[in-house]
């Protein structure tokens, strides 16, 4: 449930020579991250605690690519009591691409995983895209049945990136959650949501150092009264690509 491609770094190179002596080249990229709060869409997937993250991709031909993820995870029941299963596995597919004047778009399919959510069915598929241009980015998602079984879900985001200097970033975040099955998701008759985040990203060492300010404009009694999951708080992450 993040945004896997903050996190992607090409490491590897493989030239493959087809029959005909084509040549088509394979990139394989891959990520580990430890965060304080894995927090998707503003809301809190490990229980308010530290999470432990990685994935990879393999990007191949004109701008196709396919991947998988993986997270530590710890939900609880609207009644506050903790849900068997503890990972979260990703995997997703897509094409990517970007014009020489700067304008990127990205389509795909992402199935999220829950191995071992007995009684949760967490476990859901959303089509994405995105388009991208003087470092913002517009994007959107549709679910035709959202985590829990709640119905269709559609998500509309909006980033914009600023660039510091060489090692420092400044990212901001706004995004609308529009459930159908409001009841079903949230302890609230409401059919939506915001999340919001304002990050600072520093690189040095090799290394990706964020601190970020995330939240929702939920209350914690909109939320089954769990306010740490859904109300604003500091996320710090270390991430590495290798």
């Known amino acids: 449930m993040l945004n896997k491609k903050l996190l992607t770094a090409t490491t590897a190179a493989v030239l ?3 029959a005909a002596g084509a040549m ?3 990139e394989i990229s891959g990520n580990v991250t430890l965060t304080s709060d894995y927090r998707f869409r503003g809301i809190s ?10 994935g990879f ?3 191949f031909g004109p701008g196709f690519y396919v991947g998988t993820w993986g997270s530590s995870v710890d939900f609880l029941t609207a009644e506050g009591e903790g849900v ?9 597919a897509g094409w990517a691409m970007e014009t020489e004047s700067g304008v990127g778009v990205d389509v795909g399919y992402l199935y999220y995983d829950y191995p071992g959510d007995d009684g949760l069915e967490g476990d859901y598929q959303e089509i994405y895209g995105s388009v991208s241009f003087w470092n913002v980015t517009l994007g959107a998602a549709y679910s035709d049945d959202y985590y829990a079984e709640t119905g269709d879900f559609k998500y509309y985001y909006a980033d914009y990136s600023l660039g510091l200097s060489d090692n420092l970033s400044l990212d901001f975040h706004v995004g609308y959650n529009d459930v159908e099955d409001g009841g079903g998701y949230l302890s609230t008759d409401a059919d ?6 304002v990050a600072l990203t520093a690189s040095y060492w090799a290394v990706d150092w964020t601190l970020a300010y995330t939240g929702t404009d939920l209350d914690g009694d909109e939320y089954f009264d769990l306010d740490d999951l859904v109300e604003p708080d500091l996320v710090f992450s270390i991430s590495k690509s290798m």
């Open 45 to 54: 997937q490990s229980n308010d605690d530290i999470a432990i993250q990685g």
């Open 192 to 197: 939506g949501f915001v999340d919001y985040s």
């Open 57 to 59: 991709d393999v990007s």
């Open 84 to 92: 068997d299963g503890s990972l979260e596995l990703d995997y997703y």
């Open 16 to 18: 493959l020579t087809g």
């Open 24 to 26: 088509a080249e394979v």
